[in-house]
């Protein structure tokens, strides 16, 4: 009889237990590479809903409070969330320290998501040599890229970058390469000649609308035209 009554005693305390559903995993950052001091929107996708609790006696589940984000130990403010494609959205801080820095999701009941080294800081993109910017403003006006045919993962291909301006041609630096999805390397280029570059890189994710992003100083941007890279095979 006593058995029995343990039995019982510990079905009921089951059956009143709270628990959690699993804590989801980060499939991926966008974009992973960013530039120090810039304000950039980050698109954290996960593999599941966020955690619910749940109330067994009771039959019911209710959603936790949002996680904490920490990116490289620094907390970050979650701006939104998109429930149906299970992607956060946290503006990256300008102060962030350069490198490699971990993604962290801290749930409300502990459990944890980590996108190891999930987010690269860069340092600001090179500055325009003084002759083509200071001494005589205007010179260099953009940076154009020759249309990117589609790639392949982690197959280098070489893109051409030309300076556009009065003296283009003058211009002799070197530009900084970013990209939406993945990462490419090299980040800076070497030095252009006679105002153009034909610079070979490698870019480390498949996916579809691939941009590439090249800076010179604080004010050139430009943006490539979207193309597909392909899984190696």
């Known amino acids: 009889m006593l058995r029995k009554t343990a039995l ?5 305390l089951s059956a009143c237990e709270l628990g959690s559903s699993p804590a989801p995993n980060i499939l991926s950052i966008e974009p992973q590479e960013v530039v120090r001091g810039e304000a950039v929107t980050l698109a954290i996708k996960l593999d599941a809903p966020l955690p619910v609790k749940i109330d067994y006696g009771n039959k019911t589940a209710t959603l936790l409070a949002p996680p904490t984000l920490r990116i490289g130990g620094q907390e970050v403010v979650i701006d939104g969330r998109d429930e149906e494609n ?9 102060d962030l320290s350069m490198g490699h820095q971990d993604v962290r999701l801290v749930m409300e009941d502990g459990t944890e998501a980590l996108g190891t ?19 005589q403003p205007g010179l260099v006006t953009g940076i154009l890229i020759d249309t990117i045919p589609d790639q392949v993962r982690d197959v280098p291909f070489v893109v051409t970058l030309r ?14 390469i970013t990209t939406n999805k993945g990462r490419v390397s090299p980040n800076v280029s070497s030095s252009f000649v006679d105002g153009s570059r034909q610079e070979r890189i490698v870019l480390d994710r498949p996916g579809n609308n691939v941009i ?3 800076r010179a100083g ?14 190696r095979e």
């Open 117 to 135: 080294e999930g987010l690269t800081v860069l340092p600001p993109p090179p500055f325009l040599a003084a002759e083509t910017m200071e001494e």
């Open 163 to 176: 300076a556009e301006g009065p003296e283009a041609a003058r211009f002799g630096g070197q530009v900084m």
């Open 212 to 214: 590439l992003t090249v």
């Open 8 to 12: 019982l005693s510990a079905l009921l």
């Open 218 to 231: 604080d004010t050139l941007i430009a943006q490539s035209n979207p193309f597909k890279v392909s899984p």
């Open 86 to 94: 299970g992607t956060l959205l946290a503006t990256v801080p300008a």
